[in-house]
């Protein structure tokens, strides 16, 4: 494997906690009715993502490939927890 396919896997491996990581930093302020700085909502984003990438990444060495729905719900709540933590944090 060159490194131009490395990166097209690596990239399509993380694009799901990067797609929910950033949604939910757009979207959970907006729902729940919180105002919050918009600079905080970009690294809310990253955070989200680095922490559902995490979860994946653990659930390809607990699975042994890529691709489960268990690794998915992990990285959903790992996601979940991480915006729950930050909104606490924020006084929200």
């Keep these: 494997m060159g490194p131009l396919d490395f990166a097209i896997h690596?990239?399509?491996?993380?694009?799901?906690?990067v797609f929910v990581g950033f949604f939910l930093a757009l979207?959970?302020?907006v729902v729940l009715g919180i105002r919050v700085q918009p600079g905080?909502?970009?690294?809310?984003?990253?955070?989200?993502?680095?922490?559902g990438s995490c979860a994946l990444a653990g659930?390809?060495?607990?699975?042994?490939?890529?691709?489960?729905?268990?690794?998915y719900a992990?990285?959903?709540?790992?996601?979940?927890?991480?915006q729950l933590a930050f909104m606490r944090s924020a006084g929200a």
Excluded: E, T, Y
């Design 10 to 17: 690596l990239l399509n491996f993380v694009a799901p906690a």
């Design 40 to 51: 905080s909502r970009l690294g809310l984003g990253i955070l989200n993502s680095l922490v």
């Design 74 to 82: 992990a990285m959903l709540l790992a996601c979940a927890i991480s």
């Design 27 to 29: 979207m959970a302020p």
């Design 59 to 71: 659930g390809l060495w607990f699975f042994g490939n890529d691709g489960k729905m268990g690794s």
